[in-house]
């Protein structure tokens, strides 16, 4: 059964910075692209990064580009989300999910339960 | 950048009618790019459909999902009030990036 855990969220003051991480079993890891998705409350989903299983391939929301760092440790089967210089508008809750990269598109096909960032002075 | 917009906004429908969505898309899509996700009050989003038109792994046959080009739709018969929540497309490749529409809300009253 496959299971994605995600921690680190918080509050936090406008401008500080957090890492949120995403604890990952059941899955061979290090043959999925992960990404992150979040979600503002009462809002709907907004795709914010994105990393192949190589770590050679990485892209960004433009709303986060240059803020957010998403990174691995296929060893510990776990993703990373560094978000630095954060706004009011970064405050939802975040999901890790796992991609399954097809020869012919891909789809997100495991989510965790979320963590809540809450970007407020 | 392509824009996914899904309506109705909201769906209101007793159990055992049936669930029509639709989400267009502002340009062409390859339909294997296209997905489906169900998010129910409190729960993270799940998975679907897949491709335009295939039930991910434990998914009812009640839901069937068609569309090409630019219009797909999510189709779910016989509503149950488990099938309460929130429904969202989402295409995967150009940019390339990952796109959601803004999602149409399932009420089973």
């Known amino acids: 059964q496959v299971r994605l855990v995600e921690s680190g969220g918080g509050l936090v003051k406008p401008g500080g910075s957090l890492r949120l991480s995403c604890g990952a079993s059941?899955?061979?890891?290090?043959?999925?692209?992960m990404s992150w998705i979040r979600q503002a409350p009462g809002k709907g989903l907004e795709w914010v990064a994105f990393?192949?299983?190589?770590?050679?391939?990485?892209y960004y929301a433009d709303s986060v580009k240059g803020r957010f760092t998403i990174s691995r440790d296929d060893a510990d089967s776990s993703l990373f989300l560094d978000m630095n210089s954060l706004r009011a508008e970064d405050t939802a809750l975040y999901y890790c999910?796992?991609?399954?990269?097809?020869?012919?598109?891909?789809?997100?096909?495991?989510w965790g339960q979320g963590t809540l960032v809450s970007v407020s002075s | 950048e392509i824009v996914l917009t899904q309506t109705p906004g909201t769906l209101s429908l007793s159990p055992g009618e049936t669930a029509t969505l639709s989400c267009r898309a502002s340009?062409?899509?390859?339909?294997?790019?296209l997905n489906w996700y169900q998010q129910r009050p409190g729960q993270a989003p799940r998975l679907i459909i897949i491709?335009?038109?295939n039930r991910a792994t434990g998914i009812p046959d009640r839901f069937s999902g068609r569309g090409s080009g630019t219009d797909f739709t999510l189709t779910i018969s016989k509503v149950e009030p488990e099938d309460s929540g929130v429904y969202y497309c989402?295409?995967?490749?150009?940019?390339?990036?990952?796109?959601f529409g803004q999602g149409t809300r399932l009420e089973i009253k």
């Open positions: 999910a796992s991609f399954f990269q097809g020869l012919d598109g891909g789809h997100l096909d495991y």
């Open positions: 059941g899955l061979t890891f290090n043959k999925y692209y």
């Open positions: 990393m192949s299983e190589t770590g050679r391939t990485i």
């Open positions: 340009q062409n899509i390859r339909s294997s790019y």
């Open positions: 491709g335009a038109s």
């Open positions: 989402q295409q995967y490749g150009f940019s390339p990036s990952i796109i």
